[in-house]
């Protein structure tokens, strides 16, 4: 995933590929972003980004964003990326993403013994006109899955029925 945010007017985005969902129905969603990430500090400062969802067509652009600081480079020029205002955090979405979630920090208790930042979404965003997308998984060791064929088996989840 992207991880956009916006510091002293200036807008950013790194790739992130330690992030988990942390509980539900209300969800908090963790990224783990160290003090060597140049949005770790505007994440600090402002308590607000967005995780923007990018589709496997992006998947050498999210590399090379990630090969890369904000510090040395404007990396929405360098990377031809479209900023887009959102409704509720200053930190801009990435347009051409299939999805965009404006988050606020929820808590930061965690950040300085762990780097882990818990954000909640606030307000969510998809590109509708991307009826199939196929997004990809990072492996952790440079490989990355594909989106596959989707099995449904919600009628077996007796227990779970309330979130359906």
């Known amino acids: 995933m992207l991880v956009t945010t916006q ?3 200036t807008p ?9 969902m942390v509980r539900h129905p209300r969800p908090l969603v963790a990224c783990t972003m160290g003090p060597w990430d140049h949005n770790h500090q505007a994440l600090v400062e402002t308590g607000e980004g967005v995780i923007s969802i990018p589709t496997a067509d992006m998947a050498a652009t999210v590399v090379d964003i990630g090969n890369c600081s904000g ?3 404007d990396k929405f020029a360098e990377f031809d990326l479209t900023a887009v205002a959102g409704a509720e955090v200053q930190a801009p979405l990435v347009a051409g993403c299939f999805a965009n979630i404006e988050c606020k920090v929820a808590d930061s208790s965690l950040v300085a013994p762990y780097n882990l930042f818990l954000r909640e979404p606030v307000r969510a965003w998809t590109d509708r006109s991307q009826t199939q997308p196929q997004l990809f ?14 099995i449904d088996l919600k009628e077996r989840m007796t227990k779970w029925q309330y979130l359906l």
């Open 7 to 9: 510091h002293r007017g």
């Open 12 to 20: 950013n985005v790194m790739t992130n590929g330690f992030n988990m």
């Open 71 to 73: 510090a040395d480079v």
């Open 137 to 150: 998984h990072h492996r952790g060791d440079g490989t990355f899955t594909l989106d596959g064929p989707t």
